[in-house]
């Protein structure tokens, strides 16, 4: 009876038009076609060409941020972004619910995870519980936060705007400013979203978005790093570019560096895609909107409501069963996928993967109730 009742709501929300919805797939047009063909038609199809920069100047426009680079992927975005603050031996804090991504890059970036609990009524990483852990573990001596446990410098917070929902910024700034750490955003998931009326990711120094092909706007793979300072900027552009010494015909390199850059063909993709992000934001609104009347006030669950400050981009929308209903949480997945409704659980806690089981952390009972009661719904590009 609950799970038909949940299926039969969820329903009610999704174009009948479909006979199988993802949890969020690419939509194409003729322009991203005719963008790629003439990609293709030019030869440029590498790290050089016209549309890396028509790219990364709609990515200007609609971020507000002045210095973006254009990456691979958004792993590589992180991992880069790790590298220029130089975390090396040093932990790195960040939030347990988030995609594997985020802590393989401290790990590949030789730093440590330190996880953090999220907060009750959301899957964000709650200010509070990260005070409480710091005040706990940490000192700060000579303006840098030393864990008390391990010896080991806690140099960055890393904080994930989790499914392109916008993080407590405010409230964590006052905790960072205090234990002397350095922020980066991931907003893998996030562009479009806006908190006090600007874009995530361009008060902190280092911020990373990425458009692989789940995510709201694609260029197949790819990512972007957000920059505050003009010297991280300059050192990442170097280092991305296999640190290539610059001259007309000499082939030579002036230290270790990455060939990370995102390709022009990739590029061309995003260019066409982004052109349309404001008709992609509206229908996703639209179908956020039809989930939140469908479980209004629902007796066996619920969505997490966003704070007024916060303007979501919606990229996927999560539905939670109420703790006492969580038992159906397993039979109600199954019972969607037999009605060709492909919802997955939400990420699973990092601190709950093999690799990862022994790193520090906090106290982590949120993030593994979120996990065990919620489930992500479809949430495509749906006119």
């Not at 322009?31 to 028509?54: A, H, L, P, Q």
């Not at 994930?160 to 916008?166: F, I, L, R, S």
């Not at 560096?257 to 349309?276: C, P």
Request: proline share 3%.
């Amino acid at each position: 009876m609950i799970i038909d009742h949940i299926i039969k709501k969820i329903k009610l929300c999704l174009p009948i038009k479909y006979s199988e919805f993802q949890i969020h797939e690419p939509t194409f047009d003729k322009r991203d076609i005719s963008n790629i063909k003439k990609c293709v038609e030019s030869t440029f199809v590498s790290t050089k060409g016209c549309y890396i920069d028509s790219f990364t100047s709609k990515l200007k426009n609609i971020t507000g941020c002045k210095k973006i680079l254009l990456t691979s992927s958004g792993t590589s975005a992180l991992f880069l972004a790790l590298k220029a603050i130089d975390i090396d031996s040093c932990e790195v804090l960040l939030p347990s619910m988030t995609f594997v991504a985020t802590a393989n890059a401290v790990v590949n970036a030789n730093g440590i995870p330190n996880f953090i609990d999220s907060s009750e009524t959301s899957l964000n990483l709650c200010p509070i519980k990260l005070e409480e852990y710091l005040s706990d573990i940490a000192i700060v001596k000579n303006k840098k936060c030393i864990n008390k446990n391990t010896g080991r410098v806690i140099k960055v917070l890393m904080v994930v705007h989790t499914y392109g929902d916008p993080v407590d910024l405010l409230s964590i700034k006052k905790i960072t400013e205090k234990y002397c750490l350095e922020v980066i955003e991931d907003g893998a998931g996030a562009l479009g979203s806006y908190q006090n009326k600007k874009h995530i990711g361009i008060t902190n120094r280092l911020s990373i978005l990425s458009f692989n092909g789940n995510k709201i706007i694609t260029t197949g793979m790819g990512g972007a790093i957000l920059f505050k300072n003009n010297d991280d900027y300059e050192n990442i552009k170097h280092l991305i570019s296999t640190a290539r010494v610059p001259h007309n015909w000499k082939v030579e390199h002036d230290q270790v560096g990455y060939n990370l850059k995102m390709a022009n063909i990739n590029a061309a993709l995003g260019d066409s895609q982004l052109s349309r992000i404001k008709e992609i934001l509206k229908y996703k609104r639209n179908l956020y909107l039809r989930y939140q009347n469908a479980f209004e006030e629902d007796d066996y669950c619920f969505l997490h409501e966003s704070k007024k400050t916060d303007k979501p981009n919606h990229w996927v929308t999560n539905i939670y069963l109420k703790n006492k209903y969580k038992k159906y949480h397993q039979d109600l997945i199954k019972a969607l996928h037999k009605e060709k409704i492909l919802v997955r659980e939400i990420w699973k806690p990092q601190h709950l993967n093999k690799m990862y089981r022994r790193m520090p952390k906090s106290s982590l009972t949120n993030s593994v109730i979120h996990w065990k009661t919620g489930i992500s719904l479809p949430s495509s590009y749906y006119k």
